[in-house]
């Protein structure tokens, strides 16, 4: 592989912002995300719920329900295609063959009225072309990758576990050998066994086809077993982002140490947790300045003037927070 | 499956005997005693007996019916007390027109309701799914002979296109198929509607989409099929409903079916016929019903799978 192959940046994404006009107000799940992948990485997206996570997913795909979802953006490119400027017949080769999703509940993902090999035919018959039957050959093929023995593909989703809907869900996403994975939350439905088995598959799998991935998720040690990078979101912003060595290692942003903070400590249990004080802010009314600044414990006056921009830190790693201005600031990041 | 539809089809035995019963004791209680006026007024009892005895009138009203389902097996509904023709050859040549008439009224209805309901879902609260919902309101309001009158009006008497009535073949069925459908397509559009409006929420939609199917085919394929069952079911009351035959239609167009066939036979108190036709019609109904369910496991194999159980 040469340098430059690398190099290949995927997805490249500048300033998406993303709201959904409702009823009771402008919900800004999404406000100016910067987000860049390069080939073979796997990007670690990470935050509480209603962060915006799954947001930006459907907005890579293009596939933010309109109404009521506006979709704001500089830049879309998958692998060099620009994807804001495609009509939506060209998106429809796009989706499911550049770019896939894996989505976020397996229960409520697959079709029920077709059957499994069907649901995973179908992608090969509109991409790739195929014939019914050899489109369901590989619809076999595909299952047994995923550990389900390829006689099942004609039952249909009723028939199947939770663990063994998100193999379909997954073998769906990965028919077509995308460039880009999108997965989001693939293991929280499922129970602690099966997510380990399902993690697993998805390394081995993203080794065999060389697929870029994002990996949405809130489990950390999730992050920690498959990815290189992660960016930490929170209210609809990236405000941490780096390698997995900075983003673990040499954490910097408060709202990521909070983060870690709230995880149990193995090592000693009888400290307490310290889960992060408070809740998110309101999507509909987000503050002026620093979004976390209200539940941070770092917050000065300076915090609530204006939204801190993503700064470098070093060459790969990245926060956004006012507090950095002060050279002697540090978090008290407990050590793992 | 096979054995779902045998245990379905033994089903009916006892349902057609306990219709065919209610029927008879109902036209039993209300119709009073025919022998009556049939023999006339200055017939002696002994003349009365006779007729009655020739008419199959004597016995209990448990006798008589033990009687009557056993002609019925044979194939045997009897006779007209007015025409004095076998009820079964006079029904069996009314309801090729009924079940022409309502064949071409469901494909009329469906054929509305159907786009409709789904434009109307896909763009709900915009200006194609309120002018769809507008529609559909008229036609659930509109009284179907008002209507029949209309088109007779327009189609038959301004532009002679279709004749005002009668059974000249297929050029007569096609007003009063519009008639009836329209007004069966508005229930269903608004069923197709919601129906689809639930299915359109459903994750399942976005995975198709991100597979990169089609607008057109999720719709079309994904959603449609799921959205089915309900329709189906008020596709099967409609269509069993018409099978009994659409009286004002058939009144305004002079459409000689099942319906005019049991309102005379009311009007002119001919029990046999009514009777007969009734029995036969609620043959039809639960045989109609047994398809429907069979069509709803077609459609969905969770119900299949309830049914093989
Ligand atoms: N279709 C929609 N209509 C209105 N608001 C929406 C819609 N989808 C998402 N939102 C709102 O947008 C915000 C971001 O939602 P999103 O689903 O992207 O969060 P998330 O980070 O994926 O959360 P989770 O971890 O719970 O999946 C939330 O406030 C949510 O309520
Ligand atoms: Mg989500």
Same mark, same amino acid.
């Given at each position: 592989?040469?340098?430059?192959?690398?190099?290949?940046?995927?997805?490249?994404?500048?300033?998406?912002?993303?709201?959904?006009?409702?009823?009771?107000?402008?919900?800004?799940?999404?406000?100016?995300?910067?987000?860049?992948?390069?080939?073979?990485?796997? $990007?670690?997206?990470?935050?509480?719920?209603?962060?915006?996570? +799954? !947001?930006?997913? =459907? &907005?890579? *795909?293009?596939?933010?329900?309109?109404?009521?979802?506006?979709?704001?953006?500089?830049?879309?490119?998958?692998?060099?295609?620009?994807?804001?400027?495609?009509?939506?017949?060209?998106?429809?080769?796009?989706?499911?063959?550049?770019?896939? *999703?894996?989505?976020?509940?397996?229960?409520?993902?697959?079709?029920?009225?077709?059957?499994?090999?069907?649901?995973?035919?179908?992608?090969?018959?509109?991409?790739?072309?195929?014939?019914?039957?050899?489109?369901?050959?590989? &619809?076999?093929?595909?299952?047994?990758?995923?550990?389900?023995?390829?006689?099942?593909?004609?039952?249909?989703?009723?028939?199947?576990?939770?663990?063994?809907?998100?193999?379909?869900?997954?073998?769906?996403?990965?028919?077509?050998?995308?460039?880009?994975?999108?997965?989001?939350?693939?293991?929280? &439905?499922?129970?602690?066994?099966?997510?380990?088995?399902?993690?697993?598959?998805?390394?081995?799998?993203?080794?065999?086809?060389?697929?870029?991935?994002?990996?949405?998720?809130?489990?950390?040690?999730?992050?920690?077993?498959?990815?290189?990078?992660?960016?930490?979101?929170?209210?609809?912003?990236?405000?941490?982002?780096?390698?997995?060595?900075?983003?673990?290692?040499?954490?910097?942003?408060?709202?990521?140490?909070?983060?870690?903070?709230?995880?149990?400590?193995?090592?000693?249990?009888?400290?307490?947790?310290?889960?992060?004080?408070?809740?998110?802010? /309101?999507?509909?009314?987000?503050?002026?300045?620093?979004?976390?600044?209200?539940?941070?414990?770092?917050?000065?006056?300076?915090?609530?003037?204006?939204?801190?921009?993503?700064?470098?830190?070093?060459?790969?790693?990245?926060?956004?927070?006012?507090?950095?201005?002060?050279?002697?600031?540090?978090?008290?990041?407990?050590?793992? | 499956?096979?054995?779902?539809?045998?245990?379905?089809?033994?089903?009916?035995?006892?349902?057609?005997?306990?219709?065919?019963? $209610?029927?008879?004791?109902?036209? /039993?209680?209300?119709?009073?005693?025919?022998?009556?006026?049939?023999?006339?007024?200055?017939?002696?009892?002994?003349?009365?007996?006779?007729?009655?005895?020739?008419?199959? @009138?004597?016995?209990?009203?448990?006798?008589?019916?033990?009687?009557?389902?056993?002609?019925? @097996?044979?194939?045997?509904?009897?006779?007209?007390?007015?025409?004095?023709?076998?009820?079964?050859?006079?029904?069996?040549?009314? =309801?090729?027109?009924?079940?022409?008439?309502?064949?071409?009224?469901?494909?009329?209805? %469906?054929?509305?309701?159907?786009?409709?309901?789904? +434009?109307?879902?896909?763009?709900?609260?915009?200006?194609? /799914?309120?002018?769809?919902?507008?529609?559909?309101?008229?036609?659930?309001?509109?009284?179907?002979?008002?209507?029949?009158?209309?088109?007779?009006?327009?189609?038959?008497?301004?532009?002679?296109?279709?004749?005002?009535? #009668?059974?000249?073949?297929?050029?007569?069925?096609?007003?009063?198929?519009?008639?009836? #459908?329209?007004?069966?397509?508005?229930?269903?559009?608004? +069923?197709?509607?919601?129906?689809?409006?639930?299915?359109?929420?459903? /994750?399942?939609?976005?995975?198709?989409?991100?597979?990169?199917?089609?607008?057109?085919?999720?719709?079309?394929?994904?959603?449609?099929?799921?959205?089915?069952?309900?329709?189906?079911?008020?596709?099967?009351?409609?269509?069993?409903?018409?099978?009994?035959?659409?009286?004002?239609?058939?009144?305004?167009?002079?459409?000689?079916?099942? #319906?005019?066939?049991?309102?005379?036979?009311?009007?002119?108190?001919?029990?046999? +016929?009514?009777?007969?036709?009734?029995?036969? !019609?609620?043959?039809? %109904?639960?045989?109609?019903? =047994?398809?429907?369910?069979?069509?709803?496991?077609? %459609?969905?194999?969770?119900?299949?799978?309830?049914?093989?159980?």
């Amino acid at each position: 592989m040469t340098n430059q192959e690398a190099n290949e940046i995927i997805l490249n994404i500048r300033n998406l912002k993303v709201r959904y006009e409702t009823q009771d107000g402008i919900v800004k799940a999404v406000n100016g995300v910067d987000l860049t992948l390069r080939k073979k990485r796997t $990007l670690g997206l990470v935050g509480e719920t209603g962060a915006g996570k +799954t !947001t930006t997913a =459907l &907005a890579i *795909m293009r596939l933010v329900p309109n109404p009521p979802g506006v979709v704001e953006c500089d830049k879309l490119e998958i692998g060099g295609q620009d994807i804001l400027s495609l009509p939506e017949h060209k998106l429809e080769h796009v989706r499911g063959n550049d770019v896939s *999703m894996i989505f976020q509940d397996p229960m409520t993902a697959l079709n029920p009225v077709f059957t499994v090999g069907d649901q995973i035919a179908e992608s090969l018959e509109i991409h790739e072309h195929l014939s019914v039957k050899d489109a369901k050959e590989r &619809a076999g093929d595909m299952l047994e990758l995923v550990g389900i023995p390829r006689e099942r593909a004609n039952e249909y989703p009723h028939q199947f576990s939770g663990g063994m809907k998100q193999r379909v869900v997954i073998a769906i996403a990965l028919a077509c050998n995308p460039q880009l994975l999108l997965a989001d939350e693939p293991t929280t &439905a499922l129970d602690v066994t099966i997510q380990a088995q399902v993690l697993e598959l998805m390394n081995e799998l993203k080794e065999k086809y060389d697929t870029s991935m994002i990996m949405i998720t809130h489990d950390l040690g999730c992050v920690a077993e498959v990815c290189d990078e992660v960016a930490v979101m929170y209210a609809g912003r990236i405000v941490e982002e780096g390698t997995l060595e900075d983003v673990f290692n040499r954490t910097m942003h408060p709202y990521t140490e909070g983060l870690f903070n709230s995880l149990p400590n193995i090592k000693d249990r009888k400290a307490k947790l310290k889960p992060i004080k408070g809740l998110m802010p /309101d999507p509909t009314n987000l503050p002026v300045g620093c979004s976390f600044a209200p539940r941070c414990n770092y917050a000065t006056d300076a915090c609530l003037i204006a939204q801190p921009q993503l700064r470098s830190i070093s060459q790969t790693h990245r926060i956004a927070c006012t507090a950095y201005d002060n050279p002697e600031f540090h978090i008290e990041r407990r050590i793992l | 499956m096979y054995r779902y539809i045998l245990k379905r089809l033994l089903m009916l035995i006892p349902v057609l005997l306990g219709v065919a019963f $209610l029927i008879f004791a109902i036209m /039993d209680v209300a119709a009073g005693d025919p022998v009556y006026s049939v023999a006339g007024a200055d017939a002696t009892p002994e003349q009365i007996e006779v007729l009655r005895e020739k008419m199959g @009138l004597n016995g209990s009203l448990i006798e008589r019916y033990i009687r009557y389902i056993g002609n019925l @097996l044979r194939g045997d509904l009897g006779t007209s007390y007015i025409s004095k023709l076998d009820v079964m050859k006079v029904y069996l040549q009314r =309801l090729p027109n009924t079940l022409k008439l309502a064949t071409l009224t469901m494909i009329v209805a %469906v054929g509305m309701a159907i786009p409709l309901g789904i +434009t109307a879902a896909v763009h709900q609260n915009s200006i194609r /799914d309120t002018t769809s919902m507008v529609l559909a309101l008229i036609g659930l309001s509109m009284p179907n002979f008002w209507l029949g009158l209309l088109l007779i009006l327009f189609f038959s008497l301004r532009l002679g296109w279709f004749p005002t009535g #009668g059974s000249e073949g297929f050029r007569s069925i096609v007003l009063p198929a519009i008639t009836v #459908g329209t007004s069966l397509a508005a229930l269903l559009t608004r +069923t197709t509607r919601s129906s689809m409006l639930d299915v359109l929420r459903q /994750d399942y939609l976005r995975t198709a989409r991100a597979k990169g199917v089609s607008e057109r085919n999720v719709i079309q394929k994904h959603a449609l099929r799921n959205a089915l069952i309900p329709i189906i079911t008020i596709f099967g009351v409609q269509f069993s409903n018409v099978l009994g035959g659409s009286v004002l239609a058939e009144t305004v167009f002079a459409w000689p079916g099942v #319906g005019r066939l049991v309102v005379d036979a009311i009007d002119q108190r001919d029990i046999p +016929t009514v009777t007969g036709a009734l029995v036969m !019609t609620t043959m039809l %109904v639960t045989i109609v019903n =047994l398809l429907v369910d069979l069509v709803y496991a077609f %459609v969905d194999p969770r119900i299949k799978a309830q049914y093989t159980k």
